[in-house]
């Protein structure tokens, strides 16, 4: 395929360097863009990672998740027989990185999950140019297109003034997308206390040990009908689950980029849908492979038909990888979240 990678079983794989990138499946040596449970397993012999990453693989699977873990810094180098290799932000979540590989065989960039849009809650995507880009395709659509984070909640804010005797209850993700909510509602001048569902805690305290700055925040703990008025986050499964009705006629939101789908959007039972991704839209996918100034894509977990084709057409190289073991991104971060609660 190319010089530096390869696809196995078990996912991405680097032969120069014997370590595979994001493996669904445990390998001696893995590189881990991010903490997301379809990309960062357990298991493994050693994992280089982001501080941040390793830090919260460690709050999900105990500090014994892999046999040696080494951080590597943003923009910080090593040498692993003859390939240099490199993290970048990739703007997901809290400590989400692009692999950067280069050697005799070129520059490739394993971007893993990415988004463009701002995120007050971790470090904004660097654009890094490479000769081969792998790059998600969750929203690979032309139909997604996320609009600006703040003018969805303001929709969440015109609710609580409309509706000031109402819990609004939000389901968010535990890993980036309940922090982002935060965050953006923060930006958006909105500073009562907010309260979580007992499995957001733990990533929500990390996030603020890191120095991201979140405001009041509190555990919902056995309150209900008490927070009427006030904005409780919990995981998306909980919105229609009996745990929500304790806080009565509550009205329910959902933030994701699947909000855009109409059917999706019903599915989620949340009566206030907002569209906000911790994934490129359509267009930032778009926009990001033109400045990479790559000539060979790939493509992997989504919609990987309509951006190979969209590349082939825009005069580049692409190929979808087909792996297993990825699921659509915001889907898979539910399921996640559902173990955490059990
Ligand atoms: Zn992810
Ligand atoms: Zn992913």
């Not at 893993?112 to 081969?132: H, M, N, V, W």
């Not at 109409?262 to 906000?276: T, V, Y």
């Not at 493509?299 to 699921?327: F, Q, S």
């Given at each position: 395929?190319?010089?530096?990678?390869?696809?196995?079983?078990?996912?991405?794989?680097?032969?120069?360097?014997?370590?595979?990138?994001?493996?669904?499946?445990?390998?001696?040596?893995?590189?881990?863009?991010?903490?997301?449970?379809?990309?960062?397993?357990?298991?493994?012999?050693?994992?280089?990672?982001?501080?941040?990453?390793?830090?919260?693989?460690?709050?999900?699977?105990?500090?014994?998740?892999?046999?040696q873990?080494?951080?590597?810094n943003?923009?910080?180098?090593?040498?692993?027989?003859?390939?240099?290799?490199?993290?970048?932000?990739?703007?997901?979540?809290?400590?989400?990185?692009q692999?950067?590989?280069?050697?005799?065989?070129?520059?490739?960039?394993?971007?893993?999950?990415?988004?463009?849009?701002?995120?007050?809650?971790?470090?904004?995507?660097?654009?890094?140019?490479?000769?081969?880009?792998?790059?998600?395709?969750?929203?690979?659509?032309?139909?997604?297109?996320?609009?600006?984070?703040?003018?969805?909640?303001?929709?969440l804010?015109?609710?609580?003034?409309?509706?000031?005797?109402?819990?609004?209850?939000?389901?968010?993700?535990?890993l980036?997308?309940?922090?982002?909510?935060?965050?953006?509602?923060?930006?958006?001048?909105?500073?009562?206390?907010?309260?979580?569902?007992?499995?957001?805690?733990?990533?929500t305290?990390?996030?603020?040990?890191?120095?991201?700055?979140?405001?009041p925040v509190?555990?919902?703990?056995?309150?209900?009908?008490?927070?009427?008025?006030?904005?409780?986050?919990?995981?998306p499964?909980?919105?229609?689950?009996?745990?929500?009705?304790?806080?009565?006629?509550?009205?329910?939101?959902?933030?994701?980029?699947?909000?855009?789908?109409?059917?999706?959007?019903?599915?989620?039972?949340?009566?206030?849908?907002?569209?906000?991704?911790?994934?490129?839209?359509?267009d930032?996918?778009?926009?990001?492979?033109?400045?990479?100034?790559?000539?060979?894509?790939?493509?992997?977990?989504?919609?990987?038909?309509?951006?190979?084709?969209?590349?082939?057409?825009?005069?580049?190289?692409?190929?979808?990888?087909?792996?297993?073991?990825?699921?659509?991104?915001?889907?898979?971060?539910?399921?996640?979240?559902?173990?955490?609660?059990?």
């Open positions: 395929m190319s010089d530096l990678l390869t696809l196995t079983p078990e996912g991405l794989y680097c032969p120069a360097i014997k370590a595979h990138i994001d493996p669904i499946r445990p390998v001696e040596r893995a590189i881990i863009t991010h903490g997301h449970a379809d990309h960062a397993r357990s298991g493994h012999g050693s994992v280089l990672a982001t501080p941040q990453t390793l830090d919260i693989m460690g709050l999900r699977y105990g500090t014994d998740f892999c046999g873990p080494q951080s590597l943003y923009g910080e180098q090593i040498d692993l027989s003859g390939i240099e290799i490199s993290l970048h932000p990739a703007g997901h979540v809290l400590g989400s990185a692999v950067l590989l280069s050697g005799e065989g070129g520059r490739t960039v394993v971007s893993g999950d990415y988004k463009r849009q701002s995120d007050p809650t971790c470090s904004a995507f660097e654009l890094i140019t490479c000769d081969t880009f792998v790059t998600e395709a969750t929203f690979g659509l032309p139909v997604f297109r996320h609009p600006p984070a703040l003018k969805e909640l303001q929709k804010l015109t609710s609580l003034r409309l509706f000031p005797d109402k819990t609004h209850l939000v389901g968010a993700y535990a980036g997308k309940a922090q982002r909510v935060i965050g953006e509602l923060r930006a958006a001048g909105y500073d009562r206390t907010i309260y979580l569902h007992g499995a957001l805690v733990a990533l305290t990390y996030y603020e040990e890191q120095g991201i700055m979140l405001g509190e555990p919902a703990a056995k309150r209900g009908k008490e927070l009427a008025g006030e904005i409780v986050l919990c995981p499964g909980q919105l229609a689950d009996r745990w929500a009705r304790r806080f009565g006629d509550a009205v329910t939101v959902m933030a994701s980029g699947w909000m855009r789908v109409r059917a999706r959007a019903r599915q989620s039972g949340a009566e206030l849908p907002l569209i906000m991704s911790d994934h490129a839209d359509w930032d996918l778009c926009k990001t492979i033109i400045e990479t100034q790559a000539s060979q894509i790939w493509v992997t977990h989504g919609a990987e038909e309509a951006l190979v084709h969209w590349c082939e057409t825009n005069g580049r190289k692409a190929r979808p990888l087909n792996m297993i073991g990825y699921d659509d991104g915001e889907e898979a971060e539910a399921s996640e979240t559902a173990v955490e609660t059990g």
